[in-house]
């Protein structure tokens, strides 16, 4: 197997080690261009540019070029695209873009992750090349949480029919088919998991389906990698072998669920010690505006008068001196 080499860390773009980026399946996704011969390669949704860096370096030397695709580029990407004459940046929404472009071998799908986005995407492609000319395609996020469930970077694009309810500002859980507090933040991702048109992995089953010829493996780690070609194109064997060990390999399931479990789990408790903090800060603001209360030290004197003409019953009396033992101690 070719060893790709990295233009970036994969966790430089990544201080939470979510592990979001496709680099993470560069060992795979490089060798199944090469099986595939691929000289165009199509990227869908480049972002910062992490993983087109090493397309960028994987191309360089082999007479290859790149299209990257992403309607709000950053600054990043722009760059690597002014410096590398092998990479052509494309800025707009891949359903404009791809009916544009020339013949490709291979497209990378990592846009936007919902079911008509990515659906119509094939769509395109599959009209563009049907039958044993379909292109490679690889894709990101066919597993946990957007395999089965819609996420919008632009709702207002989606038909009505086609757009999933949304849960404005939801937390997603593993096993929690809706959304909780303190789950991963995904702003705009669908109320609920499952069902039709609900998610990338359903989108790509759907084309799969379509022609009995076509073939899906999934490699279920860092949020799950996907394969599809067509089982009568020529290097179709070389992705078969290449792919088959990995795919819906079940230790790897069972890796990537306790992967994603102790991330959200972690966030969780992390959103949950937050919130404590920010408890603690508002109860220590008011007792400190305690002790400079006027009205609290008259309180606590006439309290312990109180007690001692014997008007009111013997009670434990909550004074400065109390509070500024619960403040040092803090």
Excluded at 268 to 296: D, G, N, P, Y
Aim: one cysteine or more.
């Amino acid at each position: 197997m070719t060893e790709p080499g990295l233009y970036i860390d994969p966790d430089d773009n990544d201080p939470g080690r979510w592990a979001h980026s496709l680099m993470h399946h560069a060992e795979i996704l490089i060798p199944c261009l090469e099986a595939a011969g691929a000289k165009s390669v199509v990227e869908v949704g480049a972002y910062a540019g992490d993983l087109t860096g090493v397309l960028v370096e994987w191309a360089a030397g082999r007479d290859a070029r790149v299209w990257a695709i992403d309607p709000s580029p950053q600054d990043r990407l722009v760059r690597l695209a002014e410096e590398s004459p092998n990479l052509e940046l494309v800025r707009d929404t891949s359903l404009a873009a791809l009916p544009g472009l020339p013949d490709m071998d291979a497209v990378i799908i990592d846009g936007d992750h919902n079911y008509y986005t990515v659906f119509n995407e094939l769509r395109i492609i599959g009209e563009r090349a049907s039958g044993s000319d379909l292109p490679l395609l690889i894709f990101h996020d066919v597993s946990w949480p957007h395999g089965r469930r819609d996420d919008y970077y632009a709702p207002e694009a989606i038909p009505d029919e086609y757009r999933q309810p949304i849960a404005e500002g939801g937390g997603l859980f593993p096993g929690e088919p809706g959304v909780r507090s303190g789950g991963l933040p995904y702003r705009r991702s669908a109320a609920r998991e499952g069902g039709p048109r609900n998610g990338v992995l359903t989108a790509v089953e759907d084309f799969v389906a379509e022609d009995e010829d076509r073939r899906l493996a999934v490699v279920p780690v860092f949020f799950g990698l996907g394969v599809v070609w067509h089982r009568e194109a020529p290097w179709a064997d070389r992705v078969a072998e290449l792919v088959a060990p990995w795919d819906r390999n079940p230790m790897l399931e069972r890796l990537e669920a306790n992967r994603v479990l102790h991330l959200a789990a972690g966030h969780h408790h992390m959103i949950h010690s937050l919130q404590l903090q920010e408890r603690k800060a508002r109860q220590e603001t008011l007792l400190r505006r305690l002790l400079e209360s006027s009205a609290f030290s008259i309180a606590e004197r006439l309290s312990r008068l109180r007690q001692r003409v014997g008007i009111a019953r013997k009670q434990a009396v909550v004074s400065k001196d109390d509070i500024r033992r619960v403040l040092k101690n803090d």
